[in-house]
């Protein structure tokens, strides 16, 4: 078999190649509009030529030049590819021009490149479906990384990428095309490494590897795709080249990458793939319709190029066979092969490892071969069977040289056997000659083909565990050396080694007993096969030892608290040291003014006030200004209902008085009498009673009074009626006119019922009205069943046996007492004959059309501590905790009412004193400006002068933070604050901290703000969140942080700093406070949330139901279980007992299980929530329970069964369907809705969208004259407006009228009046032109928003889309309108809204339905629950509702049924923020406070909770940080902050670019940039400006883009694109930067790898295969030898890059170091303050950087950003608003620490800051 498969390979081979063309220069921009690109205008017809591609066309194409595709080929490409038919035969024959095919492709690419999307990739699919990785892709990702063919290095890096996936909870499969085997043909030990690499991952670990696929094309890959619906596909997106004339092999992942997003699955390329502790990072598009199109339209074109390849793909024999008779010379080779296999597995029945076997076959048979290529040669007189040189010819090697070189090969295999990995880090200088070529590439090929052998062969004895460590060229080499130096004896190897190479060898002798191989011994090497160095190359750095580094001494209490005795683990040095001594003494760094301007960062109120007094016109301005946010805030509350403000009153006196309003609680002991009333007690009891009667008189006035109306054409507007009624009851303050009330309304539904059954045909009816009914019965007995007489419940029973309920109305009939019953026994037809029943049994009825109505359970005793709702027990267990002064952790669903445990935390907070603070931190401004207006709303206070009750700080925005009892800000701001000294005794005063949407933790940008904040405050805290999936984890790490501080409160240090700050009297909380830590979890929504897929058919749109359980598969349930947040409605339970009954009938629990049995709903009249839960989960373990008694295909089958029959994608043209999108969810009652999308672009075109079509449907009602006649009354109402104004202003002066005057006045007051009104009923927008339902309320409210944004850019647009009820928001909307679509949204006012995920995160902005417009890779199962819970609003809607709209039906299961992740710690410090640490612990005038908040986030941190090896990790990190810092002055040695220190602090958060802007300042390179135009001025020239935004540019917000794009060159319209390259002198002095950063840190790894366990190091990470060889190695004279070419220097690389010749020099001088330290020590890249001015990927290509912030500062335009820069409108706004962050952090710096204001560079970026600031707002909306 292996035979044939080796034979069809030859043969489908050809032995010529075909170069890569260059890419052809573009003509015009490379994205003209921001559009998906068109392969029409990329692939078009070819031209014509000869249908076969002969050896002449062969060499055309690789000899044709960059220029070959000039602008006329472009076009007559585009145009005749716009003019071609559909038919397949106008495409031309492929084989005519195929290049052009390729070059085309790769334009097409090259545009779809610019739109690929750096992300993190790890998200929605964990614990879920896979991806696929190609496994040609997967070699080329680390070919370039191993040196020397270093086999085993390239295995241990594919193993330690695959293990982080497996490690991040990542599911993937490996394929291998067949086909795509050509690429590697070029080189025999490729192919090698390929089919050892399949093997491998097949035998030696658990992947899934699938090799059966012939191409992409291949029937069955397709089939593969559209079952399983990969995520996506990890693919290259160039081949690795390693000779001219293999570029074509690049056409073949571009082909798979264009398949696979025409297909509809994602591709992430794997070239800029990155990864750290928690995340991997990638490359990543999204496919669409519109390239789905343009594959399947050119399918057929690009399946027959890559026919094309195949067939001009080289064979891989054809570098060895040269000769006319190579297909001979092959079969001969395999024939041999065979033979040899066969004769060594009965020489080695019981097997042997896989290098022995490969190795003595493929020198056997090599040996054979090339003696019988030497025999024809000698016959022939000429060397024809060997490829050489044909300009120089070399001597030719003889066979006893060939036998020699064998010997050394199976010389080193043995040492491969024996040897462990440490003394196989070589060096070996040694090159062979080329006369050994021919046999080593023989010999190559000979082994690959025994491994392909081993593949297809039965014969299972092999041991395949070392197939990564096949060969060692460095070993190799070195051992070739010292036996042409000096003969190896059986002596000198040993008795194991030489044991070993006598079994290798002798099995190639005697499988080939023709063949003389002479004796074993001795191992010689002539040295002619090698090449040694003509000169000795001195010993230069890499020889020497490292010199260790001597520490500077430090004098600090926290360093030597925290690191103990590791200090004296290290060198110190002395302080007459001349390092110690050169160190710079600068100025004292004082943390005074905010970051982003010149403000002062503490500012008392009377110094404020003392400023102002000064400047009345100030003074009078900031009251202004203060009263208009609390104007606007009143009214943001107004639309959150919060307009009824709480007064807190905090006076003891006061609080007294409020305190002896309340009732006393009654008395609990034993045996005491009751005491007498008192005479005013009793009066007081008699006026309570007559105010009840009164009350009482008054309810059933009020009912009669609506009553009639109430009767009025009610079974024509049931719903109304029933509104209006719920209206009623609740402001009745009498249950007995409830009673009564409800009882009315239950006849009413009854009477709506029976004239609907009257009217409607059988097949027809619809129960709405019957739910209804059945809904007003449940009620009345939840509620009021104890007031209900006989005769109430005796009705209540009949219109249930009228329903056909009869078993529930017996159920009913029980409670009514014997003597009713007696009579209602006699009448027996009452009880026998329904007249309008529903067609279903009670239960079943309940359960499909009741299930949003079905009762939940909820408590009915109020709390004292709430006054507005009755708490949930969960919800009064937060207020517990509260009362307590506890810690709590809340998770519990969006829109559950968490949130309230934290007003009542502030209300508490503002009761106690005036003092306390609570502190309230939000993810995003958008939550903090909601939460302010929450609290302007809801509390009111009266304070002492200069105190407010609310402040906010933000980056860009701050009020009242020192002056506020409660702090609204977000994680980064509060952790300035708590890190600023000037701001401790402000921090003392927290009381309580408020932690909304904690699952921040886990986040991307930020996480380690919010550990650390978690871990500093001393206080208690509410940490809120809804999507937690391991909360039980955090709560145990927060407990152990509070531990940690209830020992700090204990200790005696903090007691004497307690004492001794007394006399500063500041105040602390008079409860003492609890440190535990309360977990509390609900998992009930209120609502359900049904979901929909959309799907367009007949024009026009259906929403499809879609089954939670259509989510799961049988192996996810196998694996992972049903997903606990996986609820089921009640239709929802029925269908899956349904669905499960009708695949299996007769199952043991199908009786038990049916709905009218079940024992929570048999004969049971309200059905609960509860009970519906109770089902839900029954029928989960019943499934579950099928699965473990294997009836698997039977789950299956019910799992198919429940799935929708829609795709759920649409194509090109559905941004058109968009209105009746909208109009078909108005018609189904499903407004207000929010549209979510991940596109900032298409969420402003949704918008327009809709509003042009409903302006288009106005001016389609409008009459032919309407504007003229609306412009004549325009007219008219102007005349008559200035007439009474010239009147109205003359009648101000004594001035007496005529009658007629008068009469007149009167006229034209009286036709403005009029005319007025006829005009603004003109103006009126038709009802079925808007969605807003305006009442006169709504106006006046909309009004007033529409006022506050009069002046703002595009105002009139926005005003006239919110006026139809539509609105957009997203984070670069101007702030005023994005916050008036908040409170118009929440009013009523607005219906339909398109969102980004800004609305997400905690914004009140609850709705009816969500709608997911798109897919989008930002869209995962965290964003998916956060926006999914937006939908229900409790109160008002019973359910919610989600639909789907253009996201496959593979990412709506996988959003599903996939877990959130789980929370997991960064690394815990920066660099940079050591440095504040240490500010804050030298400055702090608490140190004892200061110190402990230091150690807590040192100690503490999430990542090192219960791991001390990665605490010690940690220790020496912060150790040599501290080095750092020392060394570039930005701590003196008493470790308080220097210099520079404040810009580095100000600019933490884009480390290491900090350090290395004050390493430019410090060297002099911004004053040489930084002259002004002319000498005395203050102005600088535009170029000036530009190169500063280079050189920031170059070091600040870093987006690089993909390799692919430079090396095609495209050309855009407005932007650069490609950034430029630091000017020369700047990067010199990076480099020197990197170069000293490097000296420190390396020495850390350094340190820090004799923690490491060097065994478990010596092993791949993945299969566990150890290198270690625990059995000491026999010490003999040639491994005395051998170990002379050891690299002596190292101690901090892994063993594995060793062999590659990595040694600890390369840690102070690479740029990458994750690929040769110990994986085991969890440092990456990012925690070294190095900068590489390049990175490349993979395959060493350079990644150019993103011009984005030059290319702004250019020409101003978002919109260019978005269309050649690539990035999307959100992401450009948020990475130029933290650009201009950046500039005027480093200009408030400089201004701070330059004593000289005219210094040109603090000059220079005063200007920069104002200039590029201006750019940025002029951009607005």
Known sequence: ????????????????????????????????????????????????????????????????????????????????????????????????????????????????????????????????????????????????????????????????????????????????????????????????????????????????????????????????????????????????????????????????????????????????????????????????????????????????????????????????????????????????????????????????????????????????????????????????????????????????????????????????????????????????????????????????????????????????????????????????????????????????????????????????????????????????????????????????????????????????????????????????????????????????????????????????????????????????????????????????????????????????????????????????????????????????????????????????????????????????????????????????????????????????????????????????????????????????????????????????????????????????????????????????????????????????????????????????????????????????????NESAVIVAPTSSGKTYASYYCMEKVLRRSDDGIVVYVAPTKALVNQVVATVYGRFTKNLPQGKVVCGCFTRDHRSNVDNCQILITVPQCLEILLLSPPEQDWAKKIQYVIFDEVHCLGGEIGAETWEHLLVMIRCPFLALSATISNPQDLTQWLQSVKDYWEGAECSPEASSSASSKTKRKIKRPTDRQSFKVRLVIYGERYNDLEKFVCDFEGGEYKFVPYHPCAALTVDHIVKYGIPSDLALSPAECLRLYDTMSNVMRGWPRMQELEPEEYKSFKNKIVIKKSDVREYEAELKKELTGWIEKGRRYEVKDVLMMLEPAVEGIFGKAHSSNYPLLVETLQKRNGLPAIFFIFNISLVEEFANSILKHLQRKEESRKKPDDNKVKQRMENRLNELRKYLQKEDKEKKTPMHLSRKQEEKLLQYRTEYDLLLKKYQLLQEIPPDCTFAQITAADREFMDKVFYRMRWEFHCSHFREMMRRGIGCHHRSLNNKFRQGVEMLFRSGVIKVVSATSTLALGINMPCKTVVFLHDSVHLDSLSYRQMAGRAGRRGMDNAGSVMFHDVPLSKVKRLMKSNVPQLRGQFPVTISFILRLMQLASKSSDKTDAKAKVLSVLRYSLLTFNQPQKQIIVKFYFLFSLQFLLRKCFLDRECQPQGFAGLVMHLHYHEPANFVVIHFLMQGLLHQVCRPTKKCSKTFSEDVMETLVLILANLFGRRYLPPFLLEQKPSFQQSKVFLNDLPKEFAVAVHEYNKNALHVFGHFLLTVSRQVDLEEESKLPLTNTSFMRTKESEVTEFITELSKCLNRQITGISPFACLSGHTDHDLFKNDDLDAIIFRTLGIHMNNIPILPLRRYDRQGRHMPLNAYALDFYKHGSMHALTKDNGLNRGEAYALIKDFVLVISAISVSLSERCGNVDDPVVLAFEQLSKTYNEKFYAVGS
């Not at 079969?331 to 022995?356: C, F, M, N, T």
């Not at 009673?739 to 027809?764: I, N, Q």
């Open 1 to 884: 078999m292996a035979e044939a498969l080796a034979t069809e390979g030859v043969a489908r081979s050809r032995t010529s190649s075909v170069r890569e063309q260059k890419p052809r220069r573009q003509n015009r921009g490379g994205r003209e509009n921001v559009r998906e690109p068109n392969l029409e205008e990329a692939v078009g017809p070819v031209e014509e030529g000869k249908d076969n591609l002969d050896r002449e066309s062969k060499e055309s194409l690789d000899e044709e030049n960059e220029d070959s595709l000039d602008e006329k080929t472009l076009k007559e490409i585009s145009s005749s590819s716009s003019e071609e038919s559909e038919e397949e035969e106008d495409f031309g024959d492929v084989e005519k021009n195929p290049a052009k095919i390729w070059k085309c492709l790769a334009s097409y690419l090259t545009k779809l490149f610019c739109k690929f999307q750096m992300t993190s990739l790890l998200r929605d699919f964990v614990e879920s479906e896979f991806f696929v990785i190609d496994g040609d892709s997967l070699m080329t990702m680390y070919l370039h990384n191993v040196h020397g063919g270093q086999n085993l290095h390239f295995f241990y890096l594919v193993e330690c990428f695959l293990f982080d996936l497996i490690q991040k909870q990542a599911t993937f499969v490996i394929t291998f095309f067949k086909d795509m085997e050509c690429i590697w043909n070029h080189s025999c030990s490729c192919l090698t490494l390929r089919t050892a690499l399949i093997l491998h991952l097949q035998r030696n670990t658990n992947i899934t590897i699938y090799t059966e696929f012939s191409s992409c094309f291949d029937p069955k890959w397709e089939n593969f795709l559209g079952e399983n619906q990969p995520y996506f596909v990890m693919i290259s997106d160039k081949a690795h080249l390693q000779e001219r004339g293999q570029h074509h092999s690049t056409g073949w992942f571009h082909n798979l990458m264009l398949h696979t997003l025409g297909n509809g699955i994602n591709v992430v390329l794997t070239s800029g793939i990155s990864q750290d502790i928690l995340r991997v990072h990638g490359y990543h598009q999204t496919s669409n319709a519109i390239i789905i199109s343009n594959f399947q339209k050119y399918k057929a074109v690009l399946k027959q190029a890559q026919e094309g390849l195949l067939r001009c793909a080289p064979a891989f024999h054809s570098k060895v066979f040269c000769a006319a008779n190579e297909n001979e010379l092959m079969k001969r080779l395999q024939s041999e092969i065979s033979q040899s296999y066969s004769a060594l597995k009965l020489l080695w029945p019981k097997g042997a490892d896989v290098r022995r076997i490969v190795c003595a076959v493929s020198c056997s048979v090599a040996l054979k071969i090339y003696g019988h290529m030497m025999q024809a040669d000698n016959s022939t007189g000429s060397m024809q069977g060997v490829s050489a040189d044909k300009e120089e010819q070399p001597e030719k090697l003889s066979v006893e040289g060939a036998t020699e070189f064998c010997r050394v090969y199976c010389l080193h295999v043995a040492l491969l056997c024996k040897l462990p990995l440490a003394q196989r880090s070589l060096k070996s200088n040694a090159k062979w000659e080329k006369n050994a070529f021919p046999f080593l590439s023989l010999r190559s090929m000979t082994e690959f083909l025994v491994l392909r052998k081993l593949a297809f062969a039965q014969h299972g004895a092999a041991d395949m565990t070392y197939l990564t460590d096949m060969n060692d060229q460095q070993l190799f080499r070195s051992v070739a050396t010292i036996c042409s130096e000096r003969p190896g004896s059986e002596v000198r190897l040993g008795r194991e080694i030489g044991s070993e190479y006598r079994d290798i060898w002798e099995a190639v002798a005697r499988i080939s007993p023709a063949l003389d191989v002479g004796s074993t011994f001795p191992v010689t090497c002539s040295p002619d096969l090698l090449r040694m160095p003509t000169v000795s190359t001195p010993s230069g750095h890499q020889e020497q030892p490292i010199p260790p580094i001597g520490l500077i001494p430090v004098s600090s209490e926290v360093v030597e608290e925290y690191l103990g005795e590791m200090l004296n683990q290290v060198n110190q040095l002395h302080s007459e040291d001349p390092t110690v001594t050169s160190l710079q003494r600068l100025r004292e760094f004082e943390d005074l003014l905010h970051w982003h301007s010149s403000k002062p960062l503490v500012v008392s109120f009377q110094e404020r006030m003392r400023q102002l007094s000064t400047d009345p016109e100030e003074r009078k301005r900031m009251l202004r200004q203060n009263q208009k946010v609390i104007v606007f805030e009143r009214l943001y509350a107004e639309s959150l209902n919060e307009n009824a403000e709480l007064r807190i009153i905090t006076d003891p006196a006061e609080a007294a008085k409020t305190k002896s309003k309340c009732p006393p609680h009654p008395s609990k002991g034993k045996g005491m009498k009751p005491e007498k009333k008192k005479r005013s007690e009793c009066i007081i009891e008699d006026q309570k009673k007559k105010k009840m009667l009164e009350r009482e008189s008054k309810a059933k006035e009020h009912w009669n009074s609506i009553q009639e109306t109430l009767g009025k054409d009610t079974t024509q507007h049931i719903e109304e009626r029933m509104k209006m009624l719920d209206r009623f009851l609740k402001t009745c303050g009498s249950d007995q006119v409830k009673v009564d009330a409800e009882m009315e309304g239950v006849k009413y539904c009854y009477k709506a019922w029976e004239e609907h059954y009257r009217s409607t045909a059988e097949p027809l009816k619809d129960v709405k009205n019957a739910a209804t009914l059945m809904h007003r019965i449940h009620t009345v007995l939840n509620r009021y069943e104890e007031l209900l007489t006989p005769k109430q419940l005796t009705h209540l029973a009949s219109y249930l046996q009228q329903l056909g309920f009869l078993n529930l109305r017996g159920t009913l009939m029980q409670r009514v007492d014997t003597h009713q019953l007696q009579k209602e026994k006699e009448n027996k037809s009452l009880a026998r004959d329904p007249k309008f029943p529903v067609g279903l049994g009670a239960a079943r009825f309940q359960l499909k059309h009741m299930g949003p109505l079905l009762i939940r359970n909820v408590r009915n005793d109020p709390d004292p501590r709430v006054k507005h709702f009755i708490p949930d027990t969960w919800q009064r267990e937060l207020l517990d905790a509260v009362d307590n």
